[in-house]
């Protein structure tokens, strides 16, 4: 238990010195990076269809990698940013039809958009999904 207080203590001490936050609309479909309460950065996405919705709620991208292999889809997430291990999802370039088609990820189409965000946004940005 002493373990998991030292992380959660960890997790709250990087939310509250961060000075990049992101934010995820599931209704207009759009993602806004914030630096110091300004929108610095901002793109369109595709989220989870219904039957894998993208969860809601507060996260931490606690994971960076250039390119990680997704064997579950047999594909690879350029530009991932991870958001959760359970549910596993994240943020990453991949298609973006122009509404939510994916399996719960945070899909950015544009490969210059998810080069930009995955730059600007250090590892332990608090991520909120509304």
């Known amino acids: 238990m002493k373990y ?5 203590f960890g997790f709250v001490a990087a939310i509250a010195e961060a000075k990049e ?5 599931l209704v207009n479909q ?3 990076l914030y630096q110091d309460n300004k929108i610095i950065f ?14 809601q709620g507060r996260f931490v991208i606690d994971l960076k ?3 990680i292999p997704d064997p579950a ?3 690879t997430l350029p530009y991932f940013m991870r958001l ?12 973006d039809p122009g509404y939510p088609a994916s399996h719960g990820c945070i899909r950015i189409g544009s490969m ?15 991520v909120t999904i509304l």
């Open 73 to 75: 889809y047999h594909m």
């Open 30 to 32: 759009q993602l806004y």
């Open 42 to 55: 901002s793109t369109r996405i595709s989220t989870g269809r219904k039957r894998n919705a993208t969860p």
């Open 4 to 8: 998991f207080l030292i992380i959660l």
């Open 84 to 95: 959760s291990v359970s549910p596993p999802f994240g943020i990453h370039y991949a298609h």
């Open 112 to 126: 210059k958009s998810a080069i930009a965000l995955y730059n600007l946004t250090p590892t332990g940005t608090p």
């Open 65 to 67: 990698k250039t390119v």
């Open 21 to 25: 936050t992101i934010r995820i609309s």
